[in-house]
Nanobody, 118 residues
């Protein structure tokens, strides 16, 4: 089992930047991929980005492509989400996840709130 701990959320003005971190611990040898999801009240959960631990594969939602960048620091067992040019519609709780493939990301962290003001 992998334990995930998100951090870095907060309040930022539209057009600003924020970097989220997710530290993984436990049985990380079973993890192939990491990802970030978000969910706002009344909306479906959305996968915003995913990456293999090797860094060879990445995936982004169309809504964040060109603005967000996912990366890993393998020495620290940490995945990051760099968010630039933030918009009010980016406001949500952001969750880190892991799994054996991009399609099966389903072990979740506690989440961190991101609020973008206009």
């Amino acid at each position: 089992q992998v334990q995930l701990a998100e951090s870095g959320g907060g309040l930022v003005q539209a057009g600003g930047s924020l970097r989220l971190s997710c530290a993984a611990s436990g049985r990380t040898f079973s993890s192939y991929a990491m990802g970030w999801f978000r969910q706002a009240p009344g909306k479906e959960r959305e996968r915003v980005a995913a990456i293999s631990w090797s860094g060879s594969s990445t995936s982004y939602a169309d809504s964040v492509k060109g603005r967000f960048t996912i990366s890993t620091d393998n020495a620290k067992n940490t995945v990051y989400l760099q968010m630039n040019s933030l918009k009010p519609e980016d406001t949500a709780v952001y969750y880190c996840a892991t799994g054996s493939s991009f399609r099966t990301l389903g072990s979740w962290g506690q989440g961190t709130q991101v609020t973008v003001s206009s």
